[in-house]
């Protein structure tokens, strides 16, 4: 099993829609859990933390935590082109020491 | 959020030679960065981590005389890629955390792309 699991999609949504992207992750002890945004080519940025069960909202964004079930998800309201790109969940195990990377899902925001 | 960057953002060289890739925190100080490697389509590797004034720690399977790493100031990490052969062309990726209340946030560098012919 690996340590980060996501659907590499790719997911496409139409402009203005909601985009659903979701994380399980194996490491029953992670505390800290990331959404990275990843352009082709470019780096990874950052674009929302969490560590608490519930929901965290950030403009359009909003992660949700649930430590039980070991899933992490991303909300994308009112999907725009420009958000077309892969996102990378990310988990810190290994006692805190490690970040581990999902292989991202791809996003596609269509016209 | 912080800013790290790296220096070259693009090299092609030839096999057989070293290359060093610098990687700074502009705005913060990090006593520990991170090295990573991503192959085309593939996630992100680390390949290790790189401690202010002692020796890096590295990923298993990671050849650490193929792969020096110094971290020499608080705001400096290198990573050279010594006897370059195509098979380490990759895209390397820096990163550092910044502590953010109770939760440590790790931000990358742009990358360096790396070309060995």
């Known amino acids: 099993q690996k340590e980060v699991e996501q659907n590499s999609g790719p997911l496409s949504v139409p402009e203005g829609a909601i985009a659903s992207l979701n994380c399980t992750y194996s490491?029953?002890?992670?505390?800290?859990f990331f959404w990275y945004r990843q352009y082709s080519g470019k780096s990874p940025e950052l674009i929302m933390s969490?560590?608490?069960?519930g929901d965290k909202e950030d403009g359009r964004f909003t992660a949700q935590l649930n430590k039980a079930s070991q899933y992490v998800s991303l909300l994308i309201r009112d999907s725009q082109p420009s958000d077309s790109a892969t996102y990378l969940c990310?988990?810190?195990?290994?006692?805190?020491?490690?970040?581990?990377f999902g292989t991202g899902t791809q996003l596609k925001v269509e016209l | 959020g912080a800013v790290v960057s790296q220096h070259p953002s693009r090299v092609i060289c030839k096999s057989g030679t070293s290359v060093k890739i610098e990687c700074r925190s502009l705005?913060?100080?990090?006593?520990?960065m991170f090295w990573y490697r991503q192959f085309p389509k593939q996630s992100l590797m680390l390949m290790a981590t790189?401690?202010?004034?002692?020796?890096?720690?590295?990923e298993q399977g990671v050849e650490k005389d193929k792969f020096l790493i110094n971290h020499a100031s608080l705001t400096l990490s290198t990573l050279t890629v010594t006897s370059a052969h195509p098979e380490d062309s990759s895209f390397y990726i820096c990163?550092?955390?910044?502590?953010?209340?109770?939760?440590?946030?790790?931000?990358f560098g742009p990358g360096t792309r790396l070309t060995v012919l």
């Open positions: 990163s550092a955390r910044v502590p953010r209340g109770v939760i440590n946030e790790q931000f």
């Open positions: 490491d029953r002890v992670s505390q800290s």
């Open positions: 969490i560590y608490s069960n």
């Open positions: 990310a988990v810190l195990t290994g006692g805190g020491n490690k970040l581990t």
């Open positions: 705005d913060f100080q990090a006593t520990t």
């Open positions: 790189s401690n202010e004034g002692s020796k890096a720690t590295y």
